[in-house]
């Protein structure tokens, strides 16, 4: 499990940060079909671009199936809402 909080703060904004989760623990994750939970409790708050840096590789290179491997946990309506918009257009994106 991956606390959000404790990498990013309570405001998740920090691209470098979400880069980071990215390579070394989500795509690695997903590589190897294991599910990793990403722990939102105590962010109230992220942005586009850090769910954008956070996600958006895995699901270009894995399309839906990373959805499969990646569980949401416990997301403020801010934060599931932006989690929404980016898997959104990331999977609108593999259409094209």
Do not use: W
Request: aromatic share 6%; glycine share 4%; charged share 25%.
């Amino acid at each position: 499990m991956v606390n959000i909080r404790e990498l990013a703060g309570t405001f998740a904004e920090d691209k470098d940060v979400a880069r980071r989760l990215r390579t070394d623990q989500i795509l690695p994750s997903i590589k190897d079909g294991r599910k990793i939970t990403l722990n939102f409790a105590g962010v109230p708050v992220a942005t586009q671009s850090f769910i954008h840096a956070l996600i958006s590789e895995a699901l270009r290179l894995e399309g839906a199936r990373a959805l499969e491997l990646i569980e949401f946990k416990s997301c403020a309506p801010a934060v599931q809402s932006v989690v929404l918009t980016v898997v959104e257009y990331s999977l609108e994106a593999l259409k094209t």
